[in-house]
C-alpha cells in the first residue's frame, strides 16, 4: 500500500480551506491548513507537503510571492502547487487574471468558485 | 487553571453599520427589496445573518461604514423598508475560527462578552467560522478578552488585515 500523501491547504477564506480540507480527507490524503503566505512557509519547513493547493490573494504574503519562492528554492522546488485564482473576467479592478495564474512557475492552478471534483482529479494527476 | 482552547485564527473587520430588518407579515418581500437597491448601489454585504423564532423573521446586514449615505438612500426609497429596519452604527466583526462544532466554545464566546460587558448585536457560524458583531469602539477589548481563553499558532496571520478590495463595476 502507498504512503499517504501529505498536502497543504492555504487560503485566508477559512471555510474554504476547511471544505476542502474535508474532501482530500475523505480521499485518505494527509491535511494542513495555513491561512497565508507567512504562516504556510512555517507549515512547509515543519512537515514537508507532497503538493500545496495555494490561494493567489492573501494578506502578508500572497500566493505568487511564496509559490515564486518555492520553486526556485532547492530544496523545496519538488512540491507541486496548485493555485487557486479568484478573480473572474467580469471584474476590470484588479490586476490578478486567470492568466496571471498560468505564467506562474505553479504547476497547475484552477479557477475560484472551486470545482471539488475538477480539483480533486488535479490533485490525483499531480500526485502520480 | 482553565485550560485555552486552540484556534487557527481570529480576524476583524473594520468599521461596519449593522441594518437589522424585520420582515412584516405582508406579502412584500422587503429583504428582496433592500438587497435588490444594495446590488444596484454596488454596496458590498460584509456579514449577514439571519434571526428566526416561529414566523417572526430577522435578517442583520452589516456593510462598511463608508456606504452610510448611500445606505440611507435606499432605506428612504421605499417607506416600508424605513419603518422595518433599524440601524447600529459603528459595530465590528470579530470571527473565529474553526469552532469545531462545539457547543462550549460558543458557550465560552458567549460567557466572555458577558463577564467583559461587550454588546453582542449578532452571532452567527458558517461551516468552520463563528463570527460576533459587536461595538467597533469595544473591538480590540473584546479581542483581548477572547484571546485570553484562546490558544492560537505562534506565526497566526494577524487579526486585522486589508484584504485585497474587488468591486465589480459592471454585472
Not at chain 1, 38 to 56: C, S
Not at chain 1, 65 to 94: G, M, N, P, Q, R
Not at chain 2, 42 to 52: E, G, V, Y
Not at chain 2, 116 to 136: C, E, M
Amino acid at each position: 500500500m502507498s504512503e499517504k500523501k501529505h498536502i497543504l491547504v492555504v487560503d485566508d477564506d477559512p471555510d474554504l480551506v476547511e471544505s476542502v480540507s474535508m474532501k482530500l480527507e475523505s480521499e485518505a490524503y494527509i491535511v494542513e491548513k495555513a491561512y497565508d503566505g507567512l504562516e504556510a512557509w512555517d507549515k512547509i519547513k515543519e512537515d514537508r507537503p507532497d503538493l500545496i493547493i495555494l490561494d493567489v490573494m492573501m494578506p502578508r504574503k500572497n500566493g505568487y510571492e511564496l509559490c515564486d519562492e518555492l520553486k526556485k528554492s532547492e530544496t523545496y522546488k519538488d512540491i507541486v502547487i496548485v493555485l487557486l485564482t479568484a478573480v473572474a473576467d467580469a471584474v476590470t479592478s484588479t490586476s490578478y487574471t486567470h492568466m496571471d495564474g498560468k505564467t506562474t512557475l505553479a504547476d497547475d492552478f484552477i479557477p475560484k468558485p472551486i470545482d471539488l471534483d475538477r480539483l480533486m482529479e488535479i490533485v490525483k494527476e499531480n500526485l502520480e | 487553571m482553565e485550560k485555552k482552547i486552540r484556534v487557527n485564527g481570529i480576524k476583524m473587520s473594520g468599521e461596519l453599520i449593522q441594518v437589522n430588518l424585520m420582515q412584516p407579515d405582508d406579502p412584500k418581500d422587503l429583504n428582496a427589496l433592500f438587497l435588490k437597491s444594495a446590488a444596484e448601489n454596488r454596496i458590498n454585504l460584509t456579514f449577514l445573518s439571519c434571526t428566526a423564532l416561529g414566523m417572526q423573521r430577522q435578517m442583520s446586514y452589516c456593510v462598511p461604514s463608508a456606504d452610510f449615505e448611500r445606505l440611507k438612500t435606499i432605506l428612504a426609497f421605499d417607506p416600508d423598508l424605513k419603518k422595518n429596519a433599524a440601524l447600529i452604527a459603528s459595530v465590528g466583526c470579530i470571527s473565529i475560527f474553526p469552532h469545531a462544532f462545539s457547543l462550549k466554545f460558543i458557550g465560552l464566546l458567549t460567557h466572555v462578552f458577558h463577564t467583559a460587558r461587550l454588546p453582542l448585536y449578532g452571532i452567527a457560524t458558517s461551516l468552520s467560522v463563528v463570527t460576533l458583531t459587536t461595538d467597533f469602539r469595544q473591538i480590540d477589548t473584546a479581542v483581548t478578552s477572547l484571546c485570553a481563553h484562546l490558544k492560537l499558532p505562534s506565526n497566526h496571520a494577524p487579526f486585522a488585515t486589508k484584504a485585497p478590495e474587488i468591486r465589480i463595476e459592471r454585472i
